[in-house]
């Protein structure tokens, strides 16, 4: 049974940090890009970054850049968001996402449209 299993998430601190992790179970990930995604109440889910499968090409939303990292672990089939300097507006329910072939696309890699296999998500909540 194909799986992907986030976690990590929880309640910070404007300021703090957190990292996310995204499991696979059932495939390997070697040949899938990555995503992660997130959405807050009552709004759109949002690209938040993406790396290819060799992990040779990142993007990453505007909004985060500079303060989060993805990165992907393909021997733990696991791939992770470090999440530095969180602000209130981060506060999100975080989805990771995979899809093939393993580019994320420059004008693409935001669209959920384009991802196959989700993970249920991780609550996210920054808040003092």
Known sequence: QLQLVESGGGLVQPGGSLRLSCAA???????YAI???RQAPGKEREGVSCTSSSGSSITYAD?????????RDNAKN???LQMNSLKPEDTAVYYCAVTSPGVCGENT???????????????????S
């Open 25 to 31: 179970s059932g495939f390997t990930l070697d040949y």
């Open 35 to 37: 995503a992660w995604f």
């Open 63 to 71: 909004s985060v850049k500079g303060r989060f990292t993805i990165s």
């Open 78 to 80: 696991t791939v992770y």
């Open 109 to 127: 890699w935001y669209r959920a449209i384009r991802y196959n296999y989700w993970g249920q998500g991780t609550q996210v909540t920054v808040s």
